[in-house]
């Protein structure tokens, strides 16, 4: 079952209980003078036995300093049992970078 989360601190507690987590870029369409554009957004997710947790970042940049933090907290253990998995290739140089 599908859950999201509004704040940070929710995801992190969701998180320590995690089996694994996801960082995933997606985009949303709004609407400008200028027509219809395309805006990157970041998804954090994480993987409980029971629910699948989800954090949207819709500034890009602040999602992508929440990744790094996450997977720092990762490599140490302290969050999604350790593994974290980005699933867009042109994310990984940004976060492990």
Same mark, same amino acid.
């Given at each position: 079952?599908?859950?999201?989360?509004?704040?940070?601190?929710?995801?992190?507690?969701?998180?320590?209980?995690?089996?694994?987590?996801?960082?995933?870029?997606?985009?949303?369409?709004?609407?400008?003078? &200028?027509?219809?554009?395309?805006?990157?957004?970041?998804?954090?997710?994480?993987?409980?036995?029971?629910?699948?947790?989800?954090?949207?970042?819709?500034?890009?940049?602040?999602?992508?300093?929440?990744?790094?933090?996450?997977?720092?907290?990762?490599?140490?253990?302290?969050?999604?049992?350790?593994?974290?998995?980005?699933?867009?290739?042109?994310?990984?140089? &940004?976060?492990?970078?």
């Amino acid at each position: 079952m599908p859950k999201e989360v509004r704040t940070e601190e929710e995801f992190l507690e969701a998180a320590k209980r995690a089996r694994e987590c996801r960082v995933k870029k997606s985009y949303v369409y709004v609407k400008t003078e &200028q027509g219809v554009e395309k805006k990157p957004i970041l998804k954090v997710k994480a993987r409980t036995r029971r629910y699948l947790y989800t954090l949207k970042f819709e500034d890009f940049e602040k999602g992508i300093e929440f990744a790094k933090k996450l997977r720092e907290m990762a490599s140490k253990n302290e969050v999604c049992g350790g593994n974290l998995v980005i699933l867009d290739k042109d994310l990984e140089p &940004q976060i492990t970078g």
